[in-house]
Structure formats: C-alpha cells, structure tokens
C-alpha cells in the first residue's frame, strides 16, 4: 500500500503542473487591462479644519475650501468656496476622504464633484503636518475617486466617467492628478 502512494506523488505533483504555469500566465496578463486617460490637475486652497471630535466611527473634521483651480486639455474651472472634506480620522492614522465641491468652467457651467478616497502619511509625515511643515510625496498615499454631476451639454461627458485621482497635501493646499478611467 505505501509503495502505491509512493507511486501516486509524481502522478498528481505533475499534473498540478500545468495548472500552477496557467494561473501565473494569467495573474501576469489581466484579461481587461486598466485604460486611463490624464484628464486634469487640480489645486485646492483649504481653511483651517473644524474637528467634530471623537465619534464612534472616528474623529471627525471637516475642511473648507476657500478657492481652487482645474486645469486639464478639455476641463478648465474654478474650485468655488463652500465645498470641502469631511474627512474622518481612523484609530490606525489613516484619513477616510468625503470630498463635495462645485466648480464653475470658464464658459460659466457648473459641475458637481463627488469623491471618496484615503490619504495615510508615515508617523513622521504625519507629525510633520500637524506642525504645519511640507510632507514629501513618497511619504504619502492619496488616492481618491470620482464621480461628477452636469447639467451642462458640453460637459456631459463627465456624467460617464469615472475617475482617480493621486494627491499630495499640504498644510492648507491639495494638489491631485486626475485620469478618467476608460
């Protein structure tokens, strides 16, 4: 009996084989491969933060903007003042983005931003803005996505799309890369 399981253990360590080199192929080559286009940069002044305090899902602040720009091939707007982030503080340091805003193109349309998104500094980043000081970008991951809103025909286009964003903060300032996702 044992020297048939001997027997057996190349059978069947030759017959997953095949299956193991597919699974790698596979992980290497998506069979929908992400496509995205660069559609803007947007730069965004902040006021100082409201902290709610401690609730139970976190610490709650929220940030005012008090002005900002878009600025991409086929979207140029002003950030109006009134929107902002309402932004919840997790236990294990990382910020939890609820970004509302309304921004008017240069033609005069309105266009309503929605996003969600993380931003998680390193503890030295983190201490160095709660001191007001510049954290360098690789310290930083800020990523959010979003979803827009228009009435405006010319810009119906961003009714569709959905997109992503890769910021950077400042003490006061937001700076994020926005690609349509295609």
């Known amino acids: 009996m044992v020297r048939s399981l001997v027997f057996l253990i190349p059978i069947l360590l030759a017959a997953t084989i095949p299956a ?3 699974m790698q192929e596979h992980a290497q080559t998506p069979a929908r491969p992400l496509v995205h286009e660069w559609l ?8 100082e933060p409201l902290d709610i305090g401690p609730t139970g ?5 929220i940030v005012y903007i008090r ?7 086929r979207l140029q707007a002003e950030v ?22 309304t921004a008017r193109t240069r033609d005069g349309h ?3 931003v929605s996003a969600r998104g993380h931003l998680w500094l390193t503890p030295q980043a983190m201490q160095q803005m709660q001191q007001g000081k510049p954290v360098a970008a690789a310290e930083q991951y800020f990523r959010v996505a979003y979803t827009f ?4 025909e010319a ?5 569709r799309t959905l997109a992503v964003g890769v910021g950077e903060f400042r003490p006061g300032l937001v700076k994020i890369s926005v690609y349509a996702i295609r």
């Not at 109006?80 to 805003?101: K, Q, V």
């Not at 809103?149 to 405006?152: D, L, N, S």
Request: net charge negative; charged share 30%.
């Open 155 to 159: 810009y119906a286009w961003l009714n």
């Open 20 to 22: 193991t080199v597919q």
């Open 80 to 101: 109006l003042p009134g929107g902002g982030d309402w932004l919840l503080r997790r236990e294990d340091g990382s910020l939890l983005l609820d970004i509302r805003a």
């Open 149 to 152: 809103e228009t009435g405006a």
């Open 110 to 112: 309105l266009i309503y």
């Open 57 to 61: 899902a976190g610490r709650r602040e």
């Open 67 to 73: 002005r900002g720009a878009i600025d991409g091939p």
């Open 40 to 47: 803007f940069e947007v730069s965004v002044e902040l006021e």
